[in-house]
RNA sequence: GCCCAGAUGGCGGAAUUGGUAGACGCAGCAGACUCAAAAUCUGCCGUUCGCAAGGAUGUGCAGGUUCGAUUCCUGUUCUGGGCACCA
């Protein structure tokens, strides 16, 4: 009889194993999650930015992201639209790479078992993703489209004039009829082959050159400037220095403008918008030319300054050039040439390392050399120095001390006599880069503006010929090309030095098995060291990490196609990704890049809008919170938190999943450190306290917690929801695990509202009454405004509201319930599947319509309104939302609490508004 | 140094065209059910004065605008993120 009783009661139960996996089959089965490019809906395109698969598996932060897209693409789906969200995997990169140097396995079967942990772990999380359309950007048949992509950026350059990219026929044509920028026509066609080749290499997309490069001896490669941090490699931390090498590159900055319009089309966090204006950094000014007085004999020279303040040329004081400026050896006078090439030497010997972390340090050399103020005959000393750079602008600048801080501290430093042109805004201790002060000693500019005398300025320098209006670019044409194995093969030939394209017909040149994977001879990659590769004369670097994330979002559009990386029909369709979710670490990286190649792709006609993503949501990382013990040096004993100070102690990571809260399971501690068995703890009250300490969650500092044990613990709907509960999607935040019980009681409750353990089944057909309809429209309402704002958080609280006051009024009826659970579906897909079947539903709970809300259910006739007295709420009084401003006056001040705080005295105002609140000022 | 975002109970957080601060959840306390435990249910839960009724105070800090400020303005401190000799 117990036992029997037993049995029943556990029938009824919220069993999630049972239930998630029995729809996790159903749905696979069905193929529930297919999308087709065919279909009359509208296209709704979720997108999450596609992981590396590392071999450490995902942790609690990764799903972070891909709940959200998986919330926004059922809620999609659910109000009628077709829906595209797909899946796949970044699978070239570095890490295969240092791991196959490390234990000789094959990039490609290292990347294989990965994936396949990670597409185990995505699913045990439920996700809808149409996996047939799932790719891999170091698989052939997808390389083959990279591959193609470069070739498009290879054969085209970028016509100023009609700002967009256009074939390189159309450039040769040009050359042929009009010439060049230092050649005619005719010169044109009397060059060789090669020189012509070498002309065009300077204007294609993607393009060849010798360049200062970022050479990281220790992973014996190239990197970007933003793998590189404060000099040292963003991987690893080793050391970079400048090299000179053969590169490819990208040329970005011909886009830069275009990537800046851009920004103002697309829904992007302003902070967003910000990292990659400032990346792009813009900057408006002149470049003018400043005539240099020679005492040496030398012939002419003129040094071309860049500048956005042509305001303050009356406060210069001395020219700056680089220490790589061509013109240095040219007017260095004899009497200076000895301490020039001191200071050289000095320059050359620094590391950028040293030159980026020693930036306040001052130094620099008086070349000897002056040169004329073109407005005032003025002459002026000629430095160079350090701190500017011959990479920007024109490596040279005008040194205004008064204005800009640095000059300011140079002068201050090598004892310049420093001009005032701002009067009182310059006090002699700093310079003021004010925009707002009125000028003297500035000839035909006093008494201006700053901010207007730029304009002046540059009018004039324009009408006299010696320079002209500029915009400059922070931005540098990005590097692509990694002396690595583990990327994609240029389609590049290189014969007598020219860089030939393979025919499209020879794509995909696969990547050829290699024995070592270490680097091949002069810093070449792996790929010198394979004899036929050398032999047909194929360019030996790879592509780096972001050339098959560029345009991934393209392929899963069409994912199958042979003839093509994406059809235009196809694409054409789908349009823009409408919802792009993922981190902000590829803010100026990634981001950038994939909005250059679609602006490139659009220009050259195969795909019809030319920004990638709509909106980008952003979401915040989870960081690992860290717990430690404390040893006493050098002994077996373990003291609490509390009493750490009291000894000398080491700090040791401890495993985060064994401490509750911050108290440790010494027992746990114990079997996981089995070093420690004997070990003795100094306790307090009874338990030993953990120290904590937030940081990046990883697998060694022992803070990670993977998703498969919360998800065996709690059900994958559970942890669904407790990831969205946590917070604004966009925030970042320690990962607690405390807390996850409230949402697991939250779908329990919910279950317990269609079956009771005693009574069983007791949901029922009964008519829903008005107030049980008010709960369920003003959830609808709130649910439906916080999923389409991606406010998770208060939409998983809404559903607790909704779940308590139906519970608490006994409402069991399926006329409500089947509503919620339709709501409900994106979050808890299993369980509402479930319940939905429960109810005898035909179909998916996937394809229900999505309830309407209707406001009817919600109009009240009544307001319980707060009545402060000077602003502090003293009552609440119930009104008819009818009532007008002298009713109520009316009502309030017979109110008795009221006539109380009024002391019979009369208010001097009574505040009323209709529907919010009352205030009596006295 | 520059740019951006933020600061609310013991904790995660909610509430901003200015209108009852602390929704929802965690933790905690008290109680019911139980032989007991688990599960579940009920009540309390910012601080402070008070037996209570009720009052005072309270959204990083200091001011201001307003009948009324977590919300707007000025200044300031701290935290997180980005950039960094870019002329």
Redesign the pocket.
Do not use: C
């Given at each position: 009889m117990l036992n029997k009783k037993r049995i029943f009661v556990k029938k009824m139960e919220y069993n999630f194993t049972s239930i998630e996996k029995k729809w996790n089959a159903n749905w696979k089965e069905t193929k529930a999650y297919v999308v087709s490019n065919d279909s009359s809906k509208k296209p709704f395109y979720v997108l999450d930015m596609f992981p590396y698969p590392s071999g450490a598996g995902l942790h609690v932060g990764h799903p972070l992201g891909y709940i959200a897209s998986d919330i926004y693409s059922r809620y999609k789906r659910l109000k009628g639209f077709n829906v595209l969200h797909p899946m796949g995997f970044d699978s070239f990169g570095l890490p295969a790479e240092q791991y196959a140097i490390e234990t000789g396995q094959h990039p490609a079967t290292t990347t294989e078992k990965n994936i396949s942990t990670f597409k185990a772990q995505l699913d045990k999380i439920g996700f809808c993703y149409d996996w047939e359309r799932e790719v891999r950007t170091s698989d052939p048949s997808y390389y083959k489209w990279t591959q193609f992509l470069f070739l498009q950026l290879f054969k085209s350059w970028f016509n100023p004039n009609t700002n967009k990219a256009e074939s390189i026929n159309s450039l040769v044509e040009f050359f042929e009829k009009n010439g060049g920028e230092n050649f005619s026509a005719s010169e044109w066609k009397n060059y060789s082959h090669k020189q012509q080749q070498e002309i065009i290499m300077n204007y294609r997309l993607a393009f060849s050159a010798y360049g200062e490069v970022n050479w990281c001896e220790a992973l014996g490669t190239v990197l970007a400037?933003?793998e590189v941090?404060n000099g040292v490699s963003e991987r690893g931390g080793h050391p970079v220095i400048k090299k000179k090498m053969r590169q490819w590159y990208l040329r970005i900055t011909a886009y830069a403008e275009r990537l800046l319009e851009g920004l103002n089309t697309v829904d992007f966090s302003?902070?967003m918008k910000?990292?990659q204006r400032?990346?792009i950094?813009k900057?408006e000014?002149c470049e003018m030319v400043f005539e240099v007085n020679n005492s040496n004999g030398n012939s002419q020279s003129f040094i071309k300054?860049?500048?956005?303040?042509p305001d303050t040329i009356f406060g210069v004081d001395f020219l700056v050039l680089?220490p790589e400026h061509e013109l240095v050896d040219k007017i260095t006078t004899s009497e200076q040439r000895e301490s020039i090439n001191d200071y050289l030497t000095y320059v050359k010997s620094r590391s950028d390392r040293e030159?980026?972390s020693?930036?306040?340090?001052?130094?620099g050399c008086f070349t000897g050399a002056y040169a004329i103020n073109p407005f005032n005959g003025n002459k002026i000393p000629v430095w160079i120095a350090?701190?500017?750079?011959?990479?920007?602008?024109?490596?040279?600048?005008?040194a205004?001390p008064c204005g800009?801080?640095?000059?300011y501290l140079f002068a201050n430093h090598f004892k310049i006599s420093i001009t005032n042109i701002i009067g009182d805004h310059f006090d002699g201790t700093q310079a003021n880069p004010t925009k707002e002060a009125t000028l003297i000693e500035s000839d035909f500019l006093n008494g201006m503006l700053m901010k207007d005398a730029i304009k002046v300025a540059i009018e004039k320098i324009e009408f006299l010929g010696i320079g002209k209006r500029k915009i400059?670019y922070?931005m540098r044409d990005a590097g692509f090309s990694r002396q690595r194995y583990w990327g994609e093969p240029f389609p590049i030939k290189w014969q007598d030095g020219v860089a030939i394209a393979l025919e499209e017909t020879q794509l995909p040149l696969e990547l050829p098995h290699v024995e070592k994977y270490g680097p091949g001879p002069e810093g070449e990659g792996p790929l010198a060291n394979i004899e036929n590769w050398k032999t047909e004369m194929l360019e030996t670097s790879t592509m780096p990490g972001y050339a098959g994330s560029s345009w991934y979002f393209l392929r899963y559009m069409d994912p199958k196609n042979a003839t093509a990386f994406c059809d235009r029909k196809v694409s054409d369709y789908w349009g823009q990704v409408d919802v792009y979710i993922g981190g902000?670490?590829h803010?100026?990286g990634h981001l950038l890049y994939s909005r250059m190649w679609t602006k490139v792709l659009y220009d050259l006609g195969f795909i019809g809008f030319d920004e990638p993503f709509k909106k980008l949501v952003n979401q915040g990382m989870i960081q690992g919170s860290s717990r430690f013990v404390y040893r006493i040096k050098g002994s077996q004993t373990f003291v609490s938190f509390g009493l750490k100070d009291q000894h000398e102690v080491d700090e040791l990571h401890v495993d985060v999943n064994m401490v509750d809260?911050l108290e440790l399971d010494v027992n746990a501690f114990k079997i996981w450190k089995p070093d420690f068995a004997e070990a003795d703890f100094l306790l307090e009250e009874g338990k030993y306290i953990c120290g904590s300490e937030v940081e990046k969650m990883s697998k060694s500092k022992y803070n990670t917690v993977n998703p498969d044990d919360l998800v065996l613990k709690y059900g994958a709907d559970t942890f669904r929801m407790y990831e969205m509960?946590?917070?604004?999607i966009e925030?970042?935040?320690p990962w607690?695990t405390?807390?996850i019980?409230?949402?697991h009681?939250?779908l329990?409750?919910l279950w317990?509202m269609f079956n009771d353990d005693v009574k069983g089944i007791i949901w029922n057909e009964e008519k829903a009454t008005d107030a049980e309809l008010k709960i369920l429209h003003r959830t609808i309402k709130k649910i439906e405004s916080d999923t389409e704002n991606f406010?998770y958080?208060?939409a998983?609280?809404a559903f607790?509201?909704a779940v308590?006051e139906l519970?608490?009024i006994k409402c069991f009826k399926k006329e409500v319930l089947e509503k919620l659970l339709i709501l409900l579906a994106p979050y808890a897909p299993h369980i509402a599947e479930e319940l939905w079947s429960q109810l005898g539903k035909e179909g998916s709970v996937l394809d229900a319509h999505y309830p309407a809300f209707e406001e009817k259910y919600l109009v009240e006739t009544n307001k319980?309104?707060?009545v402060?007295i000077?602003?502090?709420?003293?009552t609440?009084i119930n009104i008819s939302l009818t009532a007008d401003q002298a009713a109520v006056e009316q009502i309030v001040i017979s109110n008795e609490?009221i006539q109380k705080?009024l002391e019979g005295k009369q208010p001097k105002?009574i505040?009323f508004?209709k529907g919010?609140?009352i205030?009596v000022?006295i």
């Open positions: 400037n933003d941090i302003e902070s910000e990292m400032n990346w950094g900057s000014g300054v860049y500048t956005t303040r680089a030159r980026m020693e930036v306040k340090q001052i130094t350090e701190y500017v750079l011959a990479g920007y602008g024109t490596g040279a600048i005008m205004v800009d801080q640095r000059d400059n922070k902000t670490e803010a100026v809260g509960f946590l917070g604004p925030q970042s935040k607690d405390k807390g019980e409230g949402v009681r939250f329990r409750k317990r406010s958080n208060t998983v609280s607790m509201v308590n519970t608490d319980e309104y707060p402060s000077n602003g502090k709420v003293r609440n609490i705080w105002k505040i508004v919010k609140m205030n000022v």
